[in-house]
């Protein structure tokens, strides 16, 4: 086995948080889930020979979930632990977050399903804080016209905004703006 540690701090302060982590493996399913101790610190043990690939969702009441792919390399398994650390950022008004791993059909807005572990984790972020309000917003590459590009961008954020909503967020509570290549 190979261990995983590391502390949960609050990004700005450096602050110790007591959170939650939810480490699952590349299909979503959930592998294990611990909560911090009162220094912010976890240990979680992954039952794992070679080189393994898993989600960590780190949550803490009034901040911005992480959500991140860690590996756990081939030297991390010989020495048998990994020191990964994780920094949230409080849900402040104003705050910027980037939603990665959402992906579209080639020059399409439809939502690839390898996307949807990651839009259900904001879903259930929105739910467990009702009172966030999103602004969407969208890019797309360089290719083909501008035009185009920022026709394109609108409607991929108007997807993942529907997703929500069909998830059970209240469409209120977030505007959708599409950037183009900008």
């Known amino acids: ?7 949960i701090t609050d990004h700005y302060s450096g602050e110790a948080l007591t959170a939650t982590i939810v480490v699952k493996d590349m299909f979503g399913n959930v592998i294990k889930t611990t909560n911090t101790t009162e220094t912010g610190e976890y240990s979680i043990e992954l039952a794992t020979s070679k080189p393994t690939k898993t989600n960590f969702t780190v949550t803490k009441d009034g901040y911005i ?3 991140i792919n860690v590996l756990v390399p081939k030297d991390a398994i010989e020495r048998k ?5 994780f920094t949230l ?6 705050q910027i977050f980037v939603l990665r791993n959402i992906y579209y059909e080639y020059n399409q807005s439809v939502i690839k399903k390898e996307s949807y572990i990651y ?3 904001l879903v259930a972020w929105m739910k467990a804080n009702p009172s966030i309000h999103l602004e969407i917003g969208g890019h797309t590459d360089d290719i083909g016209p501008r035009d185009k590009n920022l026709v394109l961008s609108q409607k991929r954020v108007e997807s993942v905004k529907q ?9 209120v509570r977030m505007i ?4 183009g290549e900008d």
């Open 1 to 7: 086995p190979t261990v995983i540690r590391g502390t």
């Open 65 to 67: 979930y992480a959500n």
């Open 81 to 85: 632990y990994l020191q990964r650390d």
């Open 89 to 94: 950022k409080r849900a402040d008004l104003g």
């Open 119 to 121: 839009l259900n984790k």
């Open 163 to 171: 997703y929500l909503i069909d998830s059970g967020i209240n469409r």
């Open 176 to 179: 959708a703006i599409g950037f």
